[in-house]
């Protein structure tokens, strides 16, 4: 019986330590940062206050590929600036907040980003993993995901997706 009790507890608390459901990201480029909520059993991911299609861009720094994106991503993000949010993952090899805010930049990206470790570990356990960058995720306005891409896309792919959600 101690062994059972002592199970169920252990497995509460890691439980708890893994939970993907609501939780909070700061942004570099919004002081406000962003809520998140994410319900496992229907895979759907809410950003609290966004009641709009979404796209997470994962990303690193050091990813050619992943610059060439960003400048298509910025003019999405300012062309459908009231119908699409365009939310950026940073990851890369610094948890030093002056060197991400550095590259984030020197990388003219326009659109809200997000670069805390914790943060786009979070993000990429919500996509099932991201194995590789620029990745990047259509999301229609009910959280679920609708479209992926790996690697370089071009803008006109990109606003094919969006036009179809909205």
């Given at each position: 019986m101690k062994k059972f009790a002592f199970l169920v507890v252990v497995g509460l608390i890691f439980a708890g330590c893994f939970d993907l459901s609501k939780q909070h990201h700061?942004?570099?480029?919004d002081e406000n940062g962003i809520d998140t909520n994410y319900d496992a059993s229907k895979?759907?991911?809410k950003i609290a206050g966004l009641n709009e299609p979404f796209l997470l861009f994962f990303y690193s720094t050091d990813c050619?590929?992943?610059?060439?994106?960003?400048?298509?991503l910025n003019n999405i993000a300012k062309e459908y600036k009231d119908k699409i949010k365009?939310?950026?993952?940073?990851?890369?090899?610094s948890d030093d907040?002056?060197?991400?805010?550095s590259e984030f930049k020197k990388?003219?990206?326009?659109?809200?980003t997000i670069a805390n470790r914790k943060s786009v570990d979070y993000?990429?356990?919500?996509?099932?993993?991201?194995?590789?960058?620029?990745?990047?995720?259509?999301?229609s306005k009910n959280g679920e995901i609708?479209?992926?891409?790996?690697g370089l896309v071009p803008q006109s792919v990109i606003e094919n997706e969006i036009k179809i959600l909205l």
């Open positions: 700061m942004a570099l480029n895979k759907e991911l050619v590929a992943c610059m060439a994106q960003i400048p298509a365009v939310i950026g993952l940073m990851g890369g090899r907040l002056n060197t991400q805010l990388k003219g990206v326009d659109f809200l993000f990429s356990d919500v996509v099932g993993g991201v194995y590789g960058t620029p990745t990047t995720y259509v999301f609708k479209k992926r891409f790996l």
